[in-house]
């Protein structure tokens, strides 16, 4: 029944988000999804890795056949696009492959299986699918939030980010002054943040085909509703991010005449009263919060009971995206902090709701709601007061984020199962 819910209310979402892209003349998520089983496709990596999610749930033969059926596939369509000079330059050359693959397991599951092994099979095309779904909704989020907010408040958050020492504009001269390799590391690290996520995931749900069933919470969950809610708040906090509200970076064109000036990441805006700024219909309003940061985190939560290797390369992704999302001028310092309040307090309700609503979990979840809220009001309305009194607002901003990480910690570990103490054999008397 919960299966079925969540189903009939993400489809029910995707064709309201459908109607939405369509009265601005956009391509929702459905239309851009279903394009793909045929052309080009955005991302050929993220496809595969959905199949790989969705593959959890099937025996070895079954996943050799499978990554067989689409590497076969998508040679097929090569060779096709080849022969009717066919041009792939908007877009991925492999992926069709791999959806094909998942579409025709939904249809073996309906036809082929039954009871238990139907319901799985679903559940692991579904988990598949819901990963592509979930890039195509954001993708689709963010061209509403370019037609339906007009005017940005980058100068709050860039007045606020004084505070923390501004600190895009120092990582922005740090990643220009390693030249064009360290660029290409953080650009790959940024763009594959969603394989990454797969990699975890696919440790954690590594047992499903074996005990045919599927944990009670893992990476996946996370980063869905993370998508889902982030881009909300977006409607709220509009922002573009300082490589576009002011100027010309070091790694492309930012904002062009739509900027305020020229500064990033050479030299900070200077201290003046914020104002919100009328911006093109074209770049995303997608910086508060930072939820590259917030998806980035969640690896890195999710890692830490895996192997060494999982922990040194959810640690590695953590801090590569952070230095991305400075260094390339699409966050502000104060996006990463809301970005990971947001992330412990989506990561709070999920254990929450998994083990039952406790006090600790509803508390919880509720001071990280008043701490993301009371930061957002902050960056709008108190933007100048934290510029000015950087050494006050600096360490409150920091210690407001540590707060609500350390109460996720000591929680959680509340919640751990603790070992049951073996009880020793009392000593018999010797007999005489």
């Known amino acids: ?34 394009r793909e089983v045929i052309f080009a496709p955005k ?7 959905s199949m790989a999610l969705m593959m959890v749930v099937l025996t070895w033969r079954q996943r050799f056949i499978a990554m067989a059926a689409a590497i076969g596939i998508d040679l097929a369509l090569v060779l096709v696009r080849w022969v009717f000079d066919i041009r792939t330059t908007d877009g991925h050359p492999f992926g069709n492959g791999a959806l094909w693959v998942i579409l025709g397991c ?16 679903l559940k692991g095309v579904g988990l598949g699918l819901l990963l592509v779904a979930g890039r195509k909704t954001g993708d689709t989020w963010l061209l509403i939030t370019s037609k339906t907010r007009p005017a940005v408040l980058d100068p709050y958050l860039a007045t606020a980010d004084h505070a923390l020492g501004d600190p895009s504009w120092l990582v922005g001269r740090a990643v220009r002054a390693t030249g064009p390799v360290g660029a290409h590391v953080l650009d790959f690290v940024y763009v594959q943040l969603a394989v990454a996520a797969v990699v975890i995931a696919l440790y954690q749900l590594r047992n499903v085909a074996a005990e045919r069933r599927f944990p009670s919470h893992h990476l996946v969950r996370t980063f869905l509703l993370i998508g889902l809610l982030g881009p909300g708040i977006y409607m709220i906090f509009p922002v573009v991010g300082p490589i576009f509200a002011y100027g010309t970076g070091a790694f492309g064109t930012g904002g062009g005449h739509w900027a305020l000036a020229n500064l990033w990441p050479d030299v900070p805006p200077p201290l003046t009263t914020p104002h919100a700024m009328p911006y093109d219909q074209i770049t995303p309003r997608n910086c508060m919060p930072s939820l590259h940061t917030a998806w980035a985190t969640a690896i890195f939560i999710h890692s830490r009971k895996g192997p060494r290797i999982l922990r040194f390369a959810g640690t590695f992704w953590l801090i590569a995206t952070l230095g991305a999302t400075l260094g390339f001028g699409y966050h502000y310092g104060v996006d990463l902090i809301a970005g990971v309040v947001f992330v412990f307090t989506v990561e709070a309700a999920l254990r929450s709701y998994d083990r039952g609503w406790d006090r600790p979990g509803i508390q919880l979840v509720a001071y990280g709601v008043m701490v993301f809220a009371a930061l957002l009001v902050s960056y709008r309305y108190l ?34 199962p603790k070992a049951a103490a073996v009880p020793q054999p009392e000593p018999q008397p010797e007999l005489v």
């Open 1 to 34: 029944m919960l299966w079925a819910t969540a189903a009939a209310a993400a489809l029910g979402f995707l064709i309201a988000l459908e109607v939405t892209a369509r009265r601005y003349g956009l391509p929702g998520p459905i239309a851009s999804q279903a």
């Open 43 to 49: 991302s050929g990596f993220l496809l595969y890795a």
């Open 106 to 121: 939904a249809v073996i599951a309906v036809t082929h299986r039954t009871g238990q092994e139907r319901l799985l099979l």
């Open 383 to 416: 933007s100048v007061e934290m510029a000015t009194h950087p050494r006050v607002f600096g360490p409150l901003l920091v210690l407001a984020m540590v707060s609500v990480i350390y109460g996720y910690v000591r929680t959680t570990k509340l919640w751990e």
